[in-house]
């Protein structure tokens, strides 16, 4: 399946994001060995959705999403991500572009998916932000409307990532948890505690989540 998006395309003015401003530097590499360890768990290609997350605040899940994103279409996937933090959205601020509609807007039906996706200025990479801020983003995010763009996503893109809101904050994530492929959980040096780490890997088994690996960051 394909559709014609519109080409909005994001600025190259981009906050945090190394694998595109400098992808020859330490850090830019050790995304690539991520990428790699994930391309070898999911050579039989069962894990097209990852859900991208962090027991709290400020651990690194979004610039961690972002610049695996670049990674992988720097291999050349065919990568969406997005933005299913619809509480405290920070995609569109990573990228530098607008957040007028988004995913909120696509699950609402107030704007086709084909309008509300951002060609990025990184060839295979494209971006679906979160939209505008919703009252009852537990109710969309477990809606029909969410399971039904997945599955027509998954259908047009080799891999799709997913930034959440922290899984130890709201239930928000336990949902997307439930219907993705896999979790990559970020963990933050000197920040993330052993019993965070425990609760949130608790958390998930419980919402039936697969976890398939955890990056230590160490962004100070």
């Known amino acids: 399946m ?3 998006k519109k080409k909005r395309i994001i600025s190259n003015k981009k906050r945090n994001l190394i694998t595109f401003a400098n992808p020859d530097s ?3 590499e050790q995304y690539r060995t991520i990428r790699t360890n994930l391309f070898f768990l999911n050579n039989d290609k069962k894990n097209k959705t990852l859900l991208i997350t962090s027991p709290g605040k400020l651990e690194g899940k979004s610039t961690t999403a972002a610049n695996l994103a670049i990674s992988m279409a720097q291999q050349q996937e065919k990568v969406l991500l997005i933005d299913g933090n619809l509480r405290n959205p920070n995609i569109h601020n990573i990228f530098k572009t607008s957040n007028a509609y988004g995913l909120t807007d696509v699950l609402t039906g107030t704007t086709p998916l084909e309008d509300a996706i951002y060609s990025s200025s990184i060839e295979r ?11 009852n983003p537990v109710e969309l995010l477990a809606s029909q409307q969410m399971h039904q763009l997945l599955e027509k996503v998954k259908s047009i893109y080799d ?3 997913i930034d959440s809101t922290p899984i130890l904050e709201v239930t928000d994530t336990k949902i997307i948890a439930n219907i993705c492929d896999g979790v990559v959980l970020v963990v933050k040096q ?3 505690n052993i019993d965070s780490a425990v609760e949130t890997k608790k958390v998930l088994e419980y919402a039936r989540a697969k976890i398939v690996g955890v990056i230590l960051n160490n962004k100070r």
């Open 26 to 28: 330490i850090i830019s």
């Open 190 to 192: 000197n920040k993330t």
């Open 159 to 161: 891999i799709i990532l």
């Open 125 to 135: 990479l494209d971006i679906l932000t979160s939209g505008r801020m919703p009252s």
């Open 2 to 4: 394909v559709f014609n």
